[in-house]
């Protein structure tokens, strides 16, 4: 499952939602998951959010597609990663996308509307009925400053985060004649599924 090493003094746990071909993916009450882990626990003081550098690799498996995601942070110029995470991609890939960079990791936007970039991982996309993308995310914690999972995040397909609004929207196929929408928000610290809505569509709409 999850592979996790975040060294830092915060010990935490780690999740992963094992299967997205329900799309109705969406987070509980514990919706974030500290990541963290307890090596080099000496470290007097942890970086800063704008210190971490992010790189992707893509692993083989044994008919020679690429299913598996690791993303490692390193921070300033360090060769030894900071930050470590791994998850299986949506479906596999017959050619190495490595050199997409920017397609699989977004360390630009902020997904908690904290003022502080987090982190989306790319997990590929599900071409069942209409095509809907996935993503893990990890917000930082300010206080704390590490990364934090996002539990639940990976099963909400097609997120689109909105700045104005404040929320986070997932419109998708739910059945062969139905789009449904769900819209979730950040209450006290956690993200909550707040709306969700199901309209019947006719097949002119496809």
Excluded at 159 to 176: E, F, L, M
Aim: overall charge negative.
């Amino acid at each position: 499952m999850k592979r996790l090493t975040l060294l830092t003094a915060i010990v935490a746990g780690f999740c992963l939602t094992c299967c997205h071909s329900n799309q109705q993916g969406s987070a509980d009450a514990d919706s974030i998951d500290s990541m963290a882990a307890t090596e080099n626990l000496d470290i007097e003081q942890p970086p800063q959010r704008d210190e971490f550098r992010f790189v992707a690799s893509f692993t083989k498996n044994s008919d020679g597609q690429y299913d598996w995601i690791m993303v490692k942070g390193y921070v300033g110029n360090d060769e030894s990663p900071y930050f470590e995470q791994d998850h299986w991609l949506i479906a596999p890939l017959d050619e190495n996308p490595s050199a997409e960079q920017e397609k699989w990791i977004n360390d630009k936007t902020d997904i908690n509307f904290d003022g502080t970039p987090d982190l989306l991982i790319y997990l590929g996309l599900n071409a069942v009925g209409r095509v809907s993308e996935f993503y893990d995310a990890y917000i930082w914690n300010t206080e704390g400053m590490y990364f934090e999972n996002v539990k639940g995040f990976d099963g909400i397909a097609n997120p689109d985060i909105d700045a104005r609004t404040k929320s986070i929207t997932s419109v998708y196929r739910s059945g062969a004649n139905e789009i449904t929408e769900e819209i979730y928000k950040w209450k006290n610290g956690k993200l909550e599924l707040t709306k969700t809505s199901t309209e019947k569509i006719s097949d002119d709409e496809d």
